[in-house]
């Protein structure tokens, strides 16, 4: 059966995938945004939804003063003897920790923390019961995978600690899992650094201590050498079997929108069938090549895919699937199902400032083509600016919104690109209500409003180049967000969209 990828578009990387029956989890990282780790829910592995996550409370994840891409790194997911268990990092606060939970849709446990430092924490389950841990880690002064025998529900350690591998030869060896198959410990780590150069590598042995021997076919997902095609950066997996004996992996990748090597989507989860040669090796989708459609022998009937999402306020809580950056306060966010209204009540922190907590909320771009439109009840709204933005973060936004110049109310647009914003358009409004629309596409973003069902007017554009990860002052890993926000004063929102307009799935680069 075919389908298409990525699997969960927009910036949901890192994935780690389990089973329980007919019922597959994904788990993704989230750096600054809050809530954390969000759980998406499928049953034929092309059709997602999310259903949850599994940090909802500040007591779960501190984010005060998390620099852009701090936070939450990389997450596991696994499920063992009736339990539920996520277990990942918090690069800004205390490092690894483990969560639990007997519902997939919570409530997860508070956090137990582990005494081990690095990233990219797994867990597996001997034939024994023996839970054990590995990570990123440095032990005498050795970098390399660490293992050690962890209770999970509390986070002890219970052994000694043991570096048990540096990787097949790449730099940067992480995201390591460990697999129990036929008697075998199969070790897979992401190499190569989650840029260009990622791949995935995979060794095995007879004792989960080692010593590791390395697949004779590695990488065994490289698109290192695939320059030029549209999906790069492929690393960082995990596999699953299904149902019917059949492997899976999933993995992160990401889109170059043109053929310059920039990507504004951010790290997206894609899925590969996985063969495995009679010698006892995995073989990942064409010999380590992904594509954006694959065909496989998939659990259940994939149905069509729809990744837009349409708001107007009249539902009793705000949809899931929008994210706030760093710990929220939820007096600025003010819902009103029976007037079916969102009101931002923006502070003077602004969407600018590093480190904060503006009112804002945003929801990953889904593709390269879509809409979004958010209407809004102009004469409610007072604040200095209040309106949509395509947001990367602090540093990277292209704003469009509601503003007043003492009594006059103006629709204005503007530019943040590193330390620079500029205004490129500011025109008086006299209106009761008002429609912010952004149109992306492969190129650009253009920004255009409308009164009162009038012609949308133009505004200007700006380039996907200026959201793109690689232009970024800082290593990021996120991705362009599209946003609703306010500053000093109210927002009133009436609906808020994001359409995927995309046609043709047109593969840039197809050979
Ligand atoms: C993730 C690690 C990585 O934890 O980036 O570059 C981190 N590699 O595997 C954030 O995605």
Redesign the pocket.
């Known amino acids: 059966m075919q389908y298409q990828n990525p699997i969960i578009p927009g910036y949901n ?2 994935p780690s995938i389990c089973r329980v029956g007919s019922d597959f989890y994904i788990v993704n ?1 989230t750096f600054e945004f809050f809530p954390g780790v969000p759980i998406y829910h499928s049953r034929n592995l092309v059709n997602w939804e999310l259903i949850g996550h599994c940090l909802t409370r500040r007591s779960q994840l501190e984010l005060e003063g998390c620099r852009n891409s701090g936070g939450i ?2 997450p596991t997911l696994r499920y063992h003897d009736g339990m539920f268990y996520m277990i990942t ?1 918090n690069v800004t606060w205390k490092g690894n920790f483990v969560v639990h939970a007997e519902d997939i849709r919570g409530p997860w446990s508070e956090p137990c923390w582990i005494d081990q430092g690095g ?2 924490p797994s867990l597996m389950w001997d034939d024994d019961g023996t839970c054990y841990y590995c990570s990123t880690g440095t032990i005498d002064g050795v970098r390399g995978i660490v293992v050690f025998a962890i209770d999970p529900m509390t986070g002890q350690i219970l052994s000694e600690k043991k570096v048990v591998s540096t990787g097949c030869g790449g730099q ?1 060896t ?2 390591p899992h460990i697999y129990k198959i036929n008697g075998l410990y199969y070790l897979m780590t ?1 190499e190569g ?2 840029e260009y150069g990622h791949h995935e590598t995979i060794q095995r042995s007879e004792s989960i201590w080692g010593p590791y021997v390395p697949c004779p076919h590695n990488p065994i997902l490289s698109h290192v050498n695939r320059k030029g095609y549209e999906i790069q950066a492929t690393g ?1 997996a995990d596999l699953v079997e299904d149902q019917n004996g059949n492997w899976w992996a999933v993995c992160l990748a990401y889109r170059n929108f043109s053929h310059a090597l920039l990507h504004n989507l951010g790290r997206e989860t894609f899925l590969s069938p996985v063969r495995w040669t009679e010698d006892g090796w995995p073989v990942i989708g064409n010999k380590g090549y992904i594509d954006l459609t694959m065909d496989g022998p998939l659990p259940a009937e994939p149905l069509p895919v729809c990744h837009d999402i349409a708001l107007d306020f009249h539902e009793p809580s705000l949809d899931p699937r929008m994210l706030y950056t760093r710990n929220p306060n939820p007096d600025h966010f003010e819902l009103n199902p029976q007037a079916g209204s969102l009101t931002l009540h923006g502070t003077d922190v602004t969407i600018s400032q590093p480190g904060a907590s503006p009112t804002i909320l945003s929801i990953q771009q889904p593709a390269f083509c879509t809409q979004v439109a958010a209407t809004m009840d102009a004469g409610s709204s007072d604040a200095r600016r209040a309106g949509i933005s395509a947001y990367y973060n602090n540093d990277y936004h292209y704003d469009l919104y509601l503003s007043r110049d003492g009594e006059r109310q103006y629709v204005g647009f503007t530019k943040s690109i590193h330390d620079m914003t500029v205004e490129i358009a500011r025109v008086p409004v006299d209106t009761s209500s008002v429609r912010l629309l952004i149109d992306s596409d492969r190129e650009k973003y253009t920004f255009s409003y409308q009164e009162d069902g009038k012609t949308p007017v133009v505004l200007g554009s700006g380039h996907n180049a200026g959201l793109s990860t690689e232009g970024t002052k800082t290593m990021t ?1 996120t991705g362009t967000m599209f946003a609703m926000f306010a500053e000093e004063g109210k927002g009133v929102f009436r609906s808020f969209s994001v359409q995927v307009t995309e046609n043709a799935r047109e593969d840039l680069h197809a050979k």
């Open positions: 990387p890192d990282s790194y990389a990092t990233i990219d940067c992480e995201g992401a650094g989650t960082h890993f």
